[in-house]
Protein backbone atom coordinates (compact mmCIF):
# COMPACT_ATOMS: atom_id res chain seq x y z
CA UNK A 1 0.00 0.00 0.00
CA UNK A 2 1.12 3.50 -0.75
CA UNK A 3 0.12 6.57 1.76
CA UNK A 4 -1.29 9.73 -0.12
CA UNK A 5 -2.05 13.18 1.32
CA UNK A 6 -5.20 14.43 0.00
CA UNK A 7 -6.42 18.29 0.52
CA UNK A 8 -9.54 19.46 -0.38
CA UNK A 9 -11.38 23.17 -0.60
CA UNK A 10 -14.65 23.49 0.24
CA UNK A 11 -17.41 25.23 -1.18
CA UNK A 12 -17.98 28.74 0.13
CA UNK A 13 -21.31 27.50 1.42
CA UNK A 14 -21.26 27.31 5.25
CA UNK A 15 -25.12 26.18 5.81
CA UNK A 16 -24.76 23.32 3.49
CA UNK A 17 -21.42 22.19 4.73
CA UNK A 18 -22.58 22.26 8.45
CA UNK A 19 -25.89 20.31 7.12
CA UNK A 20 -23.73 17.54 5.11
CA UNK A 21 -20.83 17.60 7.69
CA UNK A 22 -22.33 14.91 9.86
CA UNK A 23 -22.67 12.42 6.72
CA UNK A 24 -19.14 13.17 5.76
CA UNK A 25 -17.86 12.86 9.18
CA UNK A 26 -19.65 9.00 9.13
CA UNK A 27 -18.17 8.23 5.91
CA UNK A 28 -14.53 9.10 6.92
CA UNK A 29 -15.08 7.37 10.17
CA UNK A 30 -16.01 4.03 8.28
CA UNK A 31 -12.69 4.39 6.15
CA UNK A 32 -10.28 5.07 9.60
CA UNK A 33 -12.34 1.85 10.95
CA UNK A 34 -11.23 -0.04 7.62
CA UNK A 35 -7.84 1.00 7.85
CA UNK A 36 -7.81 3.02 4.83
CA UNK A 37 -8.27 7.07 6.15
CA UNK A 38 -5.03 7.48 8.98
CA UNK A 39 -6.28 10.79 9.72
CA UNK A 40 -8.36 13.41 8.80
CA UNK A 41 -9.24 17.60 10.13
CA UNK A 42 -9.60 20.72 8.78
CA UNK A 43 -6.87 23.36 7.45
CA UNK A 44 -7.93 26.16 9.84
CA UNK A 45 -8.65 29.48 7.61
CA UNK A 46 -7.70 27.53 4.86
CA UNK A 47 -11.17 26.27 3.91
CA UNK A 48 -10.63 23.12 3.56
CA UNK A 49 -8.78 19.89 4.78
CA UNK A 50 -5.97 17.23 4.74
CA UNK A 51 -6.74 13.34 4.66
CA UNK A 52 -4.23 11.07 5.11
CA UNK A 53 -5.20 7.62 3.19
CA UNK A 54 -3.63 4.47 2.88
CA UNK A 55 -4.32 2.98 -1.03
CA UNK A 56 -2.50 1.00 -4.17
CA UNK A 57 -3.27 4.22 -6.35
CA UNK A 58 -4.14 7.78 -6.50
CA UNK A 59 -7.33 6.42 -8.61
CA UNK A 60 -7.99 4.28 -6.17
CA UNK A 61 -8.29 7.34 -3.69
CA UNK A 62 -9.51 9.40 -6.08
CA UNK A 63 -12.48 6.71 -6.59
CA UNK A 64 -12.82 5.94 -2.66
CA UNK A 65 -13.44 9.92 -1.53
CA UNK A 66 -16.14 10.28 -4.85
CA UNK A 67 -18.41 8.59 -2.32
CA UNK A 68 -17.90 11.28 0.23
CA UNK A 69 -21.28 13.27 0.88
CA UNK A 70 -19.11 16.02 0.34
CA UNK A 71 -18.24 15.20 -2.99
CA UNK A 72 -21.60 14.36 -3.64
CA UNK A 73 -22.93 17.68 -2.86
CA UNK A 74 -20.91 19.52 -4.68
CA UNK A 75 -19.61 20.87 -1.69
CA UNK A 76 -15.63 19.85 -2.71
CA UNK A 77 -14.69 22.50 -5.29
CA UNK A 78 -10.86 21.33 -5.09
CA UNK A 79 -9.31 17.90 -4.31
CA UNK A 80 -5.49 17.24 -4.65
CA UNK A 81 -3.70 13.63 -4.48
CA UNK A 82 -0.54 13.18 -3.83
CA UNK A 83 1.90 10.26 -3.16
CA UNK A 84 3.72 10.66 0.01
CA UNK A 85 6.89 8.91 1.23
CA UNK A 86 6.70 9.15 5.35
CA UNK A 87 9.89 8.07 6.86
CA UNK A 88 9.23 9.05 10.31
CA UNK A 89 6.39 9.01 12.34
CA UNK A 90 3.40 6.88 13.05
CA UNK A 91 2.82 6.72 9.57
CA UNK A 92 5.85 5.09 8.59
CA UNK A 93 5.93 1.83 7.18
CA UNK A 94 9.92 1.44 7.13
Do not use: C, Q
Not at 65 to 93: C, N, Q, S, Y
Request: aromatic fraction near 8%.
Amino acid sequence: MTTFAVTYTYADDSAALEKVRPDHRAFLRELNAAGTLHASGPLPGAGGALLILEAVTAGEVESILDDDPFAKAGLIVGRGVREWEVVIGGFATS
